[in-house]
């Protein structure tokens, strides 16, 4: 038993950090105004795994992007977005 509590304490604390930080979508979104592509790009691709409307919307926001590629992650994120939205 007292192995169990230990077990759900760790587990309670390693969760602790995500739930009084900011979202991942607000972290992502600080990304994609990076002034490095690869930081950008790397935003545009966790938002496609995101999937929630904050991040659709981020995703919208910054489609106009000046790289190519990070334009073409963007399409790809909302492409898998809604592939994800139909299926469901």
């Not at 919208?60 to 790809?76: A, F, G």
């Amino acid at each position: 038993m007292k192995r169990l509590m230990l077990l759900l304490f760790c587990v309670a604390l390693l969760a602790l950090p995500g739930c009084l930080g900011k979202s991942i979508e607000a972290k992502l979104e600080k990304d994609l105004k990076s002034k490095d592509t690869a930081v950008r790009l790397d935003a545009a691709k966790k938002l496609g795994d995101v999937a929630t409307a904050e991040a659709i919307r981020l995703l919208l926001l910054h489609r106009d992007d000046p790289d190519y590629r990070v334009k073409e992650e963007i399409q790809r994120s909302l492409k898998k977005i809604d592939r994800r939205t139909f299926l469901n």
